[in-house]
Nanobody
Framework: QVRVMESGGGLVQTGGSLRLSCTAS????????MGWYRQAPGKQRELVAG???????NYADSVKGRFTISRDNTDNTVYLQMNSLKPEDTAVYYC?????????????WGRGTQVTVSS
């Protein structure tokens, strides 16, 4: 079983920065994609940013130019650097790790970390 744990959330003022971290541990065969999602109250969970094992990235339009995703493959960790934060970035941020083999595709989620941006 793969365990996923996020950290780094908190309360920050508009224009501030936060850095989220997420580490996968346990019985890991080969982690492919890693990503950050968020869910605000009353809204659906949405993709914020994703990164493949080769380093290719994609971002939601709402965070392009402000957020940067990166990963350290040596310890199965993914980061999300969030700059110029806005109140609309307030949400619970979840990390997802995807393990893909020739016969299986498994997604593992963390429990989430709260990010609150005050105006």
């Amino acid at each position: 079983q793969v365990r996923v744990m996020e950290s780094g959330g908190g309360l920050v003022q508009t224009g501030g920065s936060l850095r989220l971290s997420c580490t996968a541990s346990g019985r890991i065969f080969s982690i492919n994609a890693m990503g950050w999602y968020r869910q605000a109250p009353g809204k659906q969970r949405e993709l914020v940013a994703g990164i493949t094992s080769s380093g290719s990235t994609n971002y939601a339009d709402s965070v392009k130019g402000r957020f940067t995703i990166s990963r350290d493959n040596t310890d199965n960790t993914v980061y999300l650097q969030m700059n110029s934060l806005k109140p609309e970035d307030t949400a619970v941020y979840y990390c997802k790790v995807s393990e893909i083999t020739a016969t299986r595709w498994d997604d593992y989620w963390g429990r989430g970390t709260q990010v609150t941006v005050s105006s």
